[in-house]
């Protein structure tokens, strides 16, 4: 089959489990003997070569930045990228069998959606998230009515829809999506078998965006807070973002600049690294599609810390006291009780939380879902 991958990222020149789900995916269907074409934003010097084995890689659009200062989503980048994608899919649309596309940042869909017609190709929409009109309002203002709308839009096209969470699933019946969206629950491309177990330091880790919804900065305090009964406790927050110097600013005002190491980026190998040696990694994020970080850690045997929040589908991966614990909240006695917790249940969370990762790692892999995206694509193709 010809198949065009949509998406603005590409990993590793943009990093998250969104990224790391289509570049995987891209690779499966080229090594199956697909022809695939990832269209995206240019994130790599011109000349070079993004370098994804067997896939055609086209730029459609400049390297926007993703994020203003305040650390929320350009709109001006999903524009561009999705008049971009319009101008080749006019172009070359025919060239394809399936378009298979994120949901956000939407105008790209959109399109994708209005030229389907024309193409004859099948549409498949990833949606990693869908969006409650409340935190629409909060995370925009009055303009959060306009992405409100066009969600709805987006939800409304016809479509072959995959989500990511039982609660992602529920809000696109929900919301208006006209078929019965399929769960996949693996984003997990590492060993089934797991990894080899190190002793636990005393030490949490973070790894992602420094943007707003992931709540980097909050970690700071909780370290602070946690270490008046863990004197020895250190911490490590991995990744960069908008929010990095508000993580600078707290650790210095909170004399933990020997304490907290804030290295930035850094390769997935320094990655497990971090996390296997950890007492837990932590992830006080209020919003996520997924949280493919915790079953990265699970797999390693280190317990993860999560914050219960409405928007925050990364707790269903989280079994209390199995493989973690669920903080009430972010602020720093919640996170603070919840790493002493870890602290306190000691190797014995270790095992369970290896013996979890052993119980659902099928479940989990990559591979299954992989398997059920392909099953789609051939179903469309014949329909």
Request: charged share 25%; with cysteine; glycine share 8%.
């Amino acid at each position: 089959m010809r198949i065009c991958l949509v998406y603005d990222c590409l990993f590793p020149h943009t990093v998250g489990g969104a990224e790391r789900w289509y570049r995987n995916l891209a690779e499966r269907l080229a090594a199956e003997g697909h022809e695939v074409t990832y269209l995206t934003r240019r994130q790599w010097p011109r000349g070079a070569d993004p370098d994804v084995p067997g896939v055609k890689v086209i730029a459609v659009a400049p390297g926007l930045p993703l994020y203003v200062k305040s650390g929320r989503r350009s709109v001006t980048e999903p524009l561009v990228f999705g008049a971009g994608t319009f101008l080749h899919l006019l172009l070359r649309g025919r060239r394809y069998d399936v378009v298979h596309t994120a949901s956000f940042p939407y105008f790209h869909l959109l399109v994708a959606a209005l030229l389907r017609p024309l193409n004859r190709y099948r549409l498949v929409v990833d949606w990693h998230e869908v969006w409650t009109r409340a935190y629409w309002r909060e995370y925009l203002g009055r303009a959060g009515a306009a992405g409100v709308w066009v969600q709805r839009l987006c939800l409304r096209v016809p479509q072959r829809a995959f989500c990511f969470s039982r609660l992602h699933a529920r809000r696109l019946a929900q919301f208006g999506l006209r078929s019965e969206p399929t769960v996949l629950e693996g984003e997990y491309a590492g060993s089934l078998d797991g990894k080899e177990r190190r002793t636990a330091l005393p030490m949490v880790v973070f790894a992602g965006r420094h943007i707003p919804e992931k709540r980097a900065p909050a970690l700071i305090p909780a370290i602070a807070r946690a270490r008046e009964r863990l004197a020895e406790l250190r911490g490590k927050v991995l990744g960069d973002g908008p929010d990095r110097g508000e993580v600078l600013r707290l650790r210095d005002e909170l004399g933990l600049h020997d304490v907290v190491d804030v290295p930035g980026f850094v390769s997935s190998e320094q990655v497990e690294e971090s996390l296997g040696s950890a007492l837990c990694m932590v992830l006080p994020s209020r919003r996520e599609g997924y949280g493919l970080i915790v079953v990265e850690a699970s797999s390693l045997g280190t317990p993860s810390v999560v914050v219960r929040d409405p928007d925050n589908a990364a707790t269903e991966l989280v079994e209390e006291g199995v493989n973690g614990f669920i903080a009430e909240s972010a602020s720093a006695d919640d996170l603070a009780g919840a790493i002493l917790r870890v602290h306190e249940a000691g190797p014995a969370l270790r095992e369970s939380t290896a013996e979890w990762f052993a119980r659902n790692s099928e479940r989990l892999s990559l591979a299954h879902s992989l398997d059920v995206v392909a099953d789609a694509y051939r179903a469309s193709v014949r329909s």
